[in-house]
């Protein structure tokens, strides 16, 4: 008698399914690239896919005539027991944590404020001794010592802010119990030496860009340790488009979501380009919904909506400014055409902004004299906040201004001075984005509107935080008629593409509800932003 084609199936790398099948199945190659982003492991000789793919491998499998033959130990899952928590915890910490002792590889995704440094440092203390490395943006390295601090772990809690402290780390022998904080920026100088047990890479986002050198040295370091237990923090998953997402995902599960150009092609729109390669215009909203469940099963995505009753209230409003009627001419007959290019977008932000400091001014002053709010105004662009801070000295108003030519030292000094002391504070947007508590200051002005909804929601996460005790408001600062409504649009677009995968978070939230311009058309918008151009023409909720 013989014997039915069989393609077995067994536990593969992390996350993963390893598939065996004679290659002779052309078809049933051809659909688990596409459907299931197979990729071929020459050193095992096999496929390998996600786990979470195991019932449409099945399913193509016996389409094509193929019986399956399955590891015994498949979906039969994992039970870390009982874990002893801090009864403070918020049950969502308690899950994010309970998650990630059982996957090893977790992508903690709350909103900026609900406390993913806190659970992470929670995952430390259950795990226990052992080489530890935090990943983190140089501005925060000295936060996460605090946050060790605070919580209670004990631990040689070692800072490699430099390059020299490093090698002087590998001299002297990286072994023991340790917990290593390093920079994003000196990822590579790690390199494959290290081999930590843990790994949390915190602004997860970071590690967006293929070939980028700290994208290329994480997942060195990743690579180092395969069995190492890997937890990624950040609010913003998806800076500013869909693909940003394969490159947290591929550094998390390095087998599980396929090659980057087979990712792009499944869950993407895209359009080839003249000179043959592939633009990619957005998300393709036939696969959404897939690529949405296969994120969830490894990350834990948190919002302030969930949890706003934990929060103080929070509000957002955009406030149409305006300018004399020569300069507001000249600047929409200099912007008139469709910019082609990041530099010329930025080009019109920082005009705009400029624009608008007095009123940004006169803004802040009535906010501050009719409520008694602290006020915090951000810009985007060191010279705006350099020509608010010259007219708040002109009118003897007392103010801390901070920008992200200060060291983190001396920003820490300066800030703390401001939640004290001083009723406003001038910053700009990058100097404050991240591991930073600003709930003192509880009325927001964006005097620029930046075109990268990630970095705003990150900075207006700042302010409103589960410590907090006062109502948020948020007002942005918009010149009417020109391109910064047109901006306000494609923020809208990269906000409405992000919540199908990643569950909108408040400050998302206020982005869509009060930027939008509903008395624009299509057209006149594609007609204005080439930069959006493509993508919008997807946008039927516009």
């Known amino acids: 008698m013989k014997l039915k084609p069989a393609i077995t199936i067994s536990p593969g790398p992390r996350g993963c399914l390893k598939l065996k099948f004679d290659f002779r199945f052309e078809q049933l190659r051809e659909q688990l690239k596409e459907q ?64 990630a002792l059982m996957l090893r590889s977790y992508m903690l995704s709350f909103d900026t404020g609900l ?59 990286a072994a023991g119990s340790l917990i290593l904080i390093t920079s994003w920026s000196l990822l ?26 700290r994208s290329r040295a994480a997942l060195e370091l990743r690579q180092a340790n395969p069995e190492a237990v890997i937890l990624g923090l950040t609010a913003t998953p998806i800076l500013s488009e869909v693909e940003d997402l394969w490159h947290q995902l591929h550094l998390l599960y390095p087998n599980r979501f396929g090659s980057y150009w087979n990712f792009i092609k499944r869950y993407c729109l895209t359009e080839e380009n003249q000179w043959g390669g592939l633009d990619v215009l957005g998300l393709r909203h036939d696969t959404a919904e897939e690529l949405r469940e296969r994120v969830s099963a490894i990350s834990l995505r948190v919002t302030k909506e969930e949890v706003k009753h934990l929060l103080p209230a929070f509000t957002a409003r955009p406030i149409y400014v305006t300018a004399e009627k020569k300069v507001l001419k000249e600047l929409t007959a200099e912007f008139d055409g469709l910019p082609e290019h990041k530099q010329q977008l930025d080009n019109f932000v920082s005009k705009a902004g400029s624009l608008k400091v007095l009123e940004a001014t006169e803004h802040a002053v009535e906010v501050h004299k009719s409520g008694q709010s602290k006020v915090c105004i951000l810009t985007y662009f060191r010279a705006t906040a350099d020509a608010l801070a010259e007219e708040f000295q002109a009118r003897e108003l007392k103010f801390t201004h ?27 947007m990058s100097s404050i984005a991240e591991g930073i508590d600003l709930t003192a200051f509880n ?75 509903p008395e624009q058309s299509h057209a006149e918008a594609l007609a204005e932003l080439r930069l959006a151009a493509k993508s919008m023409e997807q946008d039927e909720y516009l």
């Open 36 to 99: 299931c982003l197979a990729v071929w492991e020459p050193r095992e000789k096999a496929w390998i896919v996600g786990e979470d793919f195991f019932l449409k491998v099945r399913e193509l499998a016996e389409a094509v005539g193929l019986t399956v033959q399955a590891h015994s130990a498949l979906g039969t899952g994992q039970s870390t027991g009982e874990i002893n928590l801090p009864n403070d915890m918020y049950p969502f910490q308690r899950a994010g944590v309970s998650n």
């Open 115 to 173: 406390g993913k440094s806190r659970t992470a440092l929670e995952v430390i203390k259950q795990i226990g001794q052992g080489l530890i490395l935090i990943v983190a943006p140089a501005s925060v390295q000295y936060n996460w010592e605090s946050e060790i601090n605070k919580w209670g772990i004990v631990a040689d809690v070692r800072i490699l802010d430099t390059g020299k402290k490093i090698e002087e780390l590998f001299d002297d022998g």
């Open 188 to 213: 590579h100088k790690l390199e494959s030496r290290l081999k930590p047990n843990i790994i949390i890479f915190d602004e997860l986002h970071y590690a967006a860009g293929r070939e980028s050198q």
């Open 402 to 428: 901070v920008d992200g030519s200060w060291s983190p030292s001396e920003r820490k000094k300066q800030l703390d001075i401001a939640r004290e002391q001083s009723p406003f504070l001038i910053a700009t």
């Open 443 to 517: 009325h927001v002005i964006f005097a620029e509107l930046y075109w990268q909804p990630s970095l705003m929601t990150q900075v207006m996460g700042r302010f409103h935080r589960l410590n907090g005790k006062m109502p948020v408001s948020n007002d942005f600062l918009i010149l009417k008629g020109t391109l910064d409504e047109i901006i306000a649009r494609t923020l809208l677009r990269r906000a409405h593409d992000a919540k199908q995968i990643i569950a909108q978070s408040t400050a998302d939230k206020a982005l869509s509800e009060n930027l939008k311009q």
